[in-house]
Structures are given as structure tokens and as C-alpha cells.
């Protein structure tokens, strides 16, 4: 099993949320590393003085946007008649690597992943 952080996982860990902080822990003693958007990292980062987004960060992957996934990115927003690029993108690595989405954006995660083959499972930050 794998996760994929969104943005609202990013703020939630910045603001620092005890049960954020809890959860993240037992998936990294686990051994289950999260990942997250490159796209959603640059949502989420305001300034240097995150400390506590900057300290997630550290226990996680980063995933670029990779050009070759641009097209699949597009669909699925054609598909599911929305316009947000990263939620698109976080669907799609979800997808790629059959992983749960951490996420305050459920309805939206949700309905772009009804248009996938196969939905992601998502779950409320």
C-alpha cells in the first residue's frame, strides 16, 4: 500500500495537526514512504519559514511532472470536466503507483478519479 499527499495533507502538516503528524509516523515506521506531487509542493510552500511542511517533506518522495504524462493529465480533465491540473496529477500518480490520496479536496479526487479504469481510494485529511 502507498500514499500520495495533496496539498491540504502539506497544510494540515504545517499547521502542525497532531494526527496528521501521528498518521505520517506509522506510515513511515511502516516502511510505506509517501509521495507527493512536485506540483503540490509548489502549491503548498509559501515561504522558507515552513518549518513543520519542510520536516514532512523530509519523510517523503517527490514525483515530477513528467512531460510524457501531460496528455493523460489533459483527458482526465476532459473526462471528468474539471480544470485543476495538480488534483489531475495527483489522481494520475495515485493511479500509477495504486495508492491512497490524503487529501481536504475529497469531492474534486473523487470525481476525477470516477473517470479512471480502475478508481483510487481517497481519504480526508
Known sequence: MSYVYDAGMLVAADRN???VWADHRVRLELGLVPVVPAPVVAQ???SGRQVQLRRLLRGCGIVPFEPAQAHTVGALLGASRTTDVID???VLVASE???IVITSDDDDIARLSANLRD???VEHV
Open 17 to 19: 495537526r497532531r494526527k
Open 44 to 46: 503548498a510552500s509559501r
Open 88 to 90: 489531475a496529477h495527483v
Open 97 to 99: 503507483r495504486n495508492a
Open 119 to 121: 478508481p483510487i481510494r
